[in-house]
T-cell receptor, first 113, second 117 residues
Framework: AQSVSQHNHHVILSEAASLELGCNYS??????LFWYVQYPGQHLQLLLK??????LVKGIKGFEAEFIKSKFSFNLRKPSVQWSDTAEYFC???????????FGSGTRLLVRP | DTGVSQNPRHKITKRGQNVTFRCDPI?????LYWYRQTLGQGPEFLTY????????KSRLLSDRFSAERPKGSFSTLEIQRTEQGDSAMYLC???????????????FGPGTRLTVT
């Protein structure tokens, strides 16, 4: 079965530290990749997406992600985190022949001021 | 349009009771999805509609669960004979061919938190 793995379940950083959250997916068909973010008390919001083209994609709030096909990875990065980045981050992929999304288990990020 | 809305936001029910949730998608979105999320997990797909047709259902969707989307607009998710294991956040999302978006880009509602006592 197709799956998405997020290996970091909890990450604690100080403000201005750099962030990298891992995401690996299990299949090699046509790939569309998403990162969603859920701030405390808010609903899931799209952070960034990859459909095709440049494997380095930029999203909102200074986040970026790099699609590495050979590694089946789509890691999320931010050079300098802020306290307001405290949230839960989910990687998601639609499997072939479907519009549904398969989500990873999420990474809870806490940024200390 | 202000996005996907869901009602109620919270529901507490006793085991064995039936509950129904409503989702209003972004207008003109032709696809509507239901997911379930439990603590510490990502959303799990339950079912989705394209217009009024239910095109896919997860094996997670037992016979006690039923979803409808009459007229291809709002959708309802009903759980019959609720069990404590049904306690979760039920999320609705929609997608469509808006400018800047695509068929896979889903917009989520705030969810309905169900607690079965």
């Amino acid at each position: 079965a197709q799956s998405v793995s997020q290996h970091n379940h909890h990450v604690i950083l100080s403000e201005a530290a750099s962030l990298e959250l891992g995401c690996n997916y299990s299949y090699g068909g046509t790939v569309n990749l998403f990162w969603y973010v859920q701030y405390p008390g808010q609903h899931l919001q799209l952070l960034l997406k990859y459909f095709s083209g440049d494997p380095l994609v930029k999203g909102i709030k200074g986040f970026e992600a790099e699609f590495i096909k050979s590694k089946f990875s789509f890691n999320l990065r931010k050079p300098s985190v802020q306290w307001s980045d405290t949230a839960e981050y989910f990687c998601a992929v639609p499997p072939d022949s479907s519009y549904k999304l398969i989500f990873g288990s999420g990474t809870r990020l806490l940024v200390r001021p | 349009d202000t996005g996907v809305s869901q009602n109620p936001r919270h529901k507490i029910t006793k085991r064995g009771q039936n509950v129904t949730f409503r989702c209003d998608p972004i207008s003109e979105h032709n696809r509507l999805y239901w997911y379930r999320q439990t603590l510490g997990q990502g959303p799990e797909f339950l079912t989705y509609f394209q217009n009024e047709a239910q095109l896919e259902k997860s094996r997670l969707l037992s016979d006690r669960f039923s979803a409808e989307r009459p007229k291809g607009s709002f959708s309802t998710l009903e759980i019959q004979r609720t069990e404590q294991g049904d306690s979760a956040m039920y999320l609705c999302a929609s997608s469509g061919r808006l400018a800047g978006g695509g068929p896979y880009e889903q917009y989520f509602g705030p969810g309905t938190r169900l607690t079965v006592t």
